[in-house]
């Protein structure tokens, strides 16, 4: 890609409102579910509206023929081991124990996928912003996405330390109130941070970013 060139994305807006969309989907509503069948039912109900929602997520896309995002598949993958664990044990804690250490884990492959082709964050990016082919293989945007990936191991790995540390003090109630805001706390500010480095990075190599369709010229 040439130096001092214009590479426009999506509108801002509908980039946030694809990936409220896909945090909706793949993380509030489970949650809530859990919640609120938690309240009305019992653990178990909890359990099983949260994995149905996801489940059910997954089997619109496929009978839909469309896209399933990185992060439903994931988190969905994820919440069947979680499930299992918590109707076996019917504990509370090891329930929310296995998240609490998914972020560890998710760290974990953060760097450990820096040696194979793609960082796996980029691939959750796409999620979010189908990039360019010729943007996104861009030696300076590799180079990029490399170094977010350590960022990102960084915050999942200090949100892991925290939500455990929450866990072993609080009731589920509060474990859930406090550690949802607490670690979306920290992850709209690695947002933030992300998206400002990401930039100004570019922007070094001549490359600039615009929200929206480019021009009609």
């Known amino acids: 890609m040439p ?17 409220a969309k896909h945090l909706l989907e793949s993380t509030i509503v489970p949650l809530g579910l859990f ?3 938690l309240t009305l039912v019992g653990f178990d109900g909890g359990l099983i509206a949260a994995l149905s929602w ?12 469309q896209p399933v995002p990185a992060v439903l598949l994931l988190t969905t993958g994820l919440l069947v081991g ?40 980029a691939k ?3 999620d979010f912003c189908a990039f360019p082919d010729a943007f996104s293989k861009h030696p300076r ?14 915050v ?30 920290v992850i709209g500010a690695a947002i933030v941070v992300s998206l400002l480095w990401f930039r100004r990075a570019l922007r070094g190599e001549g490359i600039a970013l615009r929200w929206g369709a480019a021009p009609v010229s």
């Open 35 to 37: 919640y609120l069948l």
């Open 82 to 121: 979680r499930t299992v664990l918590g109707l076996v044990t019917g504990s509370a804690f090891l329930y929310f124990l296995q998240p609490t250490l998914q972020n560890f884990l998710i760290a974990l492959v953060m760097v450990g996928s820096l040696p194979f082709g793609r960082p796996f964050i």
């Open 156 to 185: 999942f790995l200090t949100n892991g330390v925290t939500t455990l540390w929450i866990l072993a003090r609080e009731s589920v109630g509060n474990f859930l109130v406090v550690s949802t805001a607490g670690s979306w706390s």
């Open 124 to 126: 959750l990016a796409d």
């Open 3 to 19: 130096h001092h060139v214009t590479v426009h994305l999506p509108a801002l807006g509908a980039l946030l409102r694809q990936g």
């Open 54 to 65: 996801s489940v059910l997520a997954l089997a619109r896309r496929a009978v839909l023929r």
């Open 141 to 154: 945007v590799e180079q990029m996405f490399r170094r977010l990936s350590l960022l990102w191991a960084l």
